[in-house]
């Protein structure tokens, strides 16, 4: 097994998922086979490869900071779940 | 009288621009086919009848005044990964269960700015993670061919409306194959584009650095006309292309004449489908016939391509979906006690078990000790996958391959078994790596009479290329995609 039912959880946790008991047994499989099938990349030696993050070069793509008028926010406050004076509501964590 | 759903875009237009029909009877009667057969296919999510006619009416004031751009009145249906403002937009996820967006993507802009009549919302598999359309939360969509297969993922709703004449066109989305691979099953015409060449705002993201919006066409020269409304640089994506964008039907008519289609021997391996070989065989044959020359290229490292994707749109994935967390928009979880069980439940009980898969696979790869053996090993593979088609397209000007290897398989044949359904997007992936455009055609029927479709693929920017070559194919093939009775 490459991952254990308990490293299941830690990154479940990390990834604010959880599994229940039903669920954990069968999910680690699956990712254990899938874990397994990723390791062919290993057979590839890319010591001197450096690596892809994109398909295309861009980087730094700049334009003009012009401010523009925007009257967005009724409509984005409208759709959150819970909202209080034009601010999303949260449990409170302090 | 004109049976309006069999018409092609091209042929809509000359109509509307000989005013022998309006764009509201056209509308009229996309909505009475989708009442009359979605119930057996099941392609949308939702159907606007109210606002598509109003913007049927629209487009109609504008062909009065001979104002009639590409689309303009057109019945169109939308993949649900693209925000529609005022237009519940799912992913066919609960998570977004009750998401009317306030903004519109801006492929959809584009489209209202031509008269486009938008029917609907078209399912998917959830976040477009899927190659059946059975991840969908809501509906399992049904291959019009043959309704207990699938229509193939993810846009599969995109692809199944086509099909079965429920819109003249669709937009998908193409991450790993999840336009072709649907187009292929379903018998229409599927383009990915060029990375780039397409604005992805307002696209809901799946892994950003692989994932473009494309056509779903009846024929290839409608496949270019509305490239011609879509492709274009947007200030709201630093990821578009400031290339120029051609008139991509200006390509249509060029003869093949010095084209070189370059066959990978990686993609013809022995045990392939009888009827996916044969039906590739017969289209490069086609091309030939028609004035190109072939040349046998190698790909070497295509079978790392599957487990490369599974690294890396995972990855991509589990940061682009940490978003869905209760706060700002979509669905929150009732019982709860802290802010960290709220996310818990909120994102468990909302996404559906692919989705929470590849969460997991990302955050997994990307987390400390791992970084180096999973995404940065991806990432070099990468490299070696662009590198190969760099060096084939030194000898080639496009590339022929099948999309998938077999025809549609049956619902619930692979939706068990993760790593077999990862498995049917083995030709189309590393397209997506290397960033390059791809389209799939209609080539041939299977002998239990599904459609099999052919793949050309060609380096960046030449989405020129692949038109007048499947436009040529398409010609000589004349093939007869009549869908059985629904």
């Avoid at chain 2, 056209?26 to 109210?50: F, G, H, N, Q, W």
């Avoid at chain 2, 960290?340 to 990302?362: A, C, D, H, N, P």
């Avoid at chain 2, 970084?371 to 996958?385: E, F, G, N």
Wanted: charged fraction near 25%; include cysteine.
């Amino acid at each position: 097994m490459k991952i254990s039912k308990a490293e299941v959880e830690k990154v479940a946790n990390l990834s604010r998922l959880y599994f229940d008991e039903k669920e954990i047994e069968s999910f680690t499989n699956k990712f254990n086979d899938i874990l397994l099938f990723i390791e062919q990349l290993n057979e590839l030696d890319t010591a001197e490869v450096s690596p892809t993050f994109h398909a295309i070069d861009t980087c730094n793509v700049f334009r003009e900071d012009i401010a523009i008028q925007s009257d967005a926010i009724q409509d984005i406050v409208k759709i959150a779940p819970e909202v209080e004076n034009q601010a999303f509501v949260v449990p409170k964590i302090i | 009288m004109t049976n309006f759903t069999e018409l092609t875009i091209s042929q809509l237009t000359e109509g509307y621009r000989k005013k022998e029909f309006k764009a509201v009877e056209v509308t009229e009667a996309y909505l009475k086919r989708i009442e009359e057969v979605d119930s057996k296919v099941k392609a949308y999510l939702e159907v606007c009848p109210e606002i598509a006619i109003f913007l049927a009416k629209e487009a109609d004031k504008s062909i009065e005044k001979n104002e009639i751009s590409y689309l303009t009145g057109i019945p169109a249906g939308i993949k649900d990964v693209l925000c529609t403002k005022g237009i519940k937009t799912t992913c066919a996820s609960k998570i977004l269960e009750n998401f009317i967006p306030p903004y519109d993507a801006t492929v959809i802009e584009k489209l209202y700015k031509e008269k486009t009549v938008i029917l609907g919302k078209l399912n998917m598999d959830e976040f477009a993670m899927g190659s059946s359309t059975e991840n969908s939360a809501f509906i399992t969509t049904k291959n019009p061919w043959d309704l207990e297969r699938i229509p193939g993922g993810s846009s599969g709703g995109s692809s199944a409306s086509v099909a079965s004449r429920t819109c003249a066109f669709s937009l998908g989305s193409d991450t790993g194959g999840s336009i072709r691979q649907p187009a292929s099953h379903c018998g229409v015409v599927g383009l990915k584009p060029t990375y780039g060449r397409v604005s992805r705002y307002g696209l809901i993201a799946f892994a950003s650095s692989l994932d473009q919006i494309g056509p779903l066409t009846k024929d290839v020269r409608d496949c270019a006309v509305v490239m011609n409304v879509i492709a274009g640089q947007d200030n709201r994506d630093s990821t578009s292309s400031t290339n120029d964008v051609p008139d991509f039907t200006k390509f249509l008519e060029e003869g093949l004449d010095g084209i070189t289609v370059g066959i990978p021997e990686e993609y013809f391996v022995s045990g392939m489908d009888r009827d996916v070989e044969d039906g590739i065989r017969k289209g490069i044959e086609i091309l030939k016939e028609a004035g190109a020359k072939t040349v046998d290229i190698s790909l070497p490292h295509s079978k790392y391509a599957i487990p490369t994707y599974y690294i890396i749109a995972p990855c991509e994935a589990s940061s682009n979906l940490s978003r869905f967390d209760g706060v700002k928009y979509g669905v929150r979880a009732e019982d709860y006690h802290n802010l960290l069980q709220m996310y818990k439940e909120t994102r468990s009980k909302g996404f559906g078990e692919e989705v929470k898969r590849r969460i997991m696979l990302g955050t997994y790869s990307l987390s400390a000790g791992y970084y180096d053996a999973y995404y940065k090993k991806a990432s070099q593979v990468r490299t070696l996958i662009k590198n190969d088609f760099n060096e084939a397209f030194k000898k080639c000007d496009i590339i022929a391959a099948p999309v998938a290897p077999t025809p549609a398989f049956k619902i619930g044949e692979k939706s068990n078994d993760p790593i077999q359904m990862y498995l049917s997007d083995v030709f189309t992936i590393s397209v997506n790596m290397a960033g390059i455009p791809a389209l799939s055609l209609p080539v041939a029927l299977s002998g239990n009479g599904l459609p099999i479709g052919f793949q050309i693929m060609a380096n960046h920017f030449q989405e020129g290329k692949i038109l007048k070559s499947a436009y040529n194919l398409e010609k000589n093939l004349q093939l007869s995609l009549k869908i059985p009775n629904l």
